[in-house]
């Protein structure tokens, strides 16, 4: 899938810290598990939640290392 479609499949995504792991939610509120979730190997949007994953976790931690944002909203790729 390429990341116009995931834009327009998944975008807007959220994230928090909950319990000082990052979660990640789609659009629809559907989490968006990370690469080492036991739950991503058997869901049916497995590759597409893992390229959102990968792209967005080095954003997202930057937002909490250098802003201090604990939550927020990524609307685009």
């Known amino acids: 899938m390429t990341n116009e479609q995931l ?3 998944y975008y ?3 994230w928090i810290i909950n319990n000082d792991e990052i979660e990640i939610t ?3 509120n559907n989490p968006i598990w990370g690469l080492n979730s036991p739950h991503i190997k058997y869901h ?3 590759e597409d939640y893992k390229k959102i994953h990968k792209l967005e976790r080095n954003f997202i931690e930057d937002k909490i290392r250098n802003e201090l944002q ?3 909203e990524i609307c685009s790729i």
Do not use: L, T, V
């Open 12 to 14: 807007p995504i959220y």
């Open 26 to 28: 789609d659009r629809n």
């Open 70 to 72: 604990f939550s927020g």
């Open 44 to 46: 049916k949007n497995r």
């Open 7 to 9: 834009e327009k499949k």
